[in-house]
């Protein structure tokens, strides 16, 4: 038990403090660099920091989940998702980089935030613990669109990154669903979109 909570708390400190490491290549690493304005850097570089806080929150709930749960095989699809979501972080962090922008400096208070809410979704149950899994994945998505929308369609590294992780995302919500997720009920659903708009205002700005 001891060694697990080690293990856990390894996890989290890795995720806020280290740099993340992916297994894929990053999209968009063959494309040229764009001309972008400072305006269109600054900008492009709070979307990614607002993206790359939305994947601290991911490993989080993944892991809070993972602890909760009981069932082997979404035990094993959870740690798969957080693999990918470990790369959505690596590009996220480089991009930022690139851009001339910086991490947000709140990430152990969101780390710590979704992990005790993913802790609490897990206790409700697999079922309802795949249903957040699942309403997670589809607003992550609903969010990444608003993302392609907004940033230069000059910065086609940023749109690339964006893009993969949005393919990412929407596998995952599948893999939820077919693994037996719950619809989650309307309210709760407000009420997560609600937390959402709050993390991706703050996270822009700090």
């Not at 699809?77 to 972080?89: D, P, W």
């Not at 979704?121 to 795949?130: C, Q, T, V």
């Not at 992780?165 to 599948?174: F, G, L, P, S, V």
Request: proline residues 4%; charged residues 25%; aromatic residues 6%.
């Amino acid at each position: 038990m001891i060694d697990s909570l080690i293990a856990e708390f390894d996890k989290g400190l890795r995720t806020v403090f280290a740099p993340a490491v992916s297994l894929r290549p990053m999209p968009g690493r063959d494309l040229p660099d764009a001309e972008l304005s400072e305006d269109e850097k600054h900008d492009a570089a709070a979307l990614m920091r607002v993206n790359h806080v939305g994947e601290v929150c991911a490993q989080a709930l993944y892991q809070g989940q993972s602890i909760a749960s009981r069932q082997p095989a979404i035990k094993a699809a959870l740690a798969e998702a957080a693999r990918e979501e470990t790369e959505h972080l690596a590009w996220t962090e480089k991009r930022i980089a690139e851009l001339g922008g910086r991490k947000s400096l709140l990430n152990p208070l969101w780390f710590g935030g979704a992990l005790a809410i993913g802790i609490v979704a897990g206790r409700f149950g697999d079922a309802w613990n795949l249903g957040f899994l699942a309403e997670t994945e589809r607003q992550v998505e609903a969010h990444l669109d608003g993302h392609l929308a907004r940033v230069s369609e000059k910065d086609v590294k940023s749109l690339a990154i964006i893009e993969q992780m949005k393919t990412d995302e929407i596998r995952h919500a599948h893999t939820a669903l077919d693994l037996g997720a719950r619809e989650l009920p309307v309210p709760l659903k407000a009420a997560m979109k609600l937390a959402a708009r709050v993390m991706t205002a703050l996270a822009y700005r700090f």
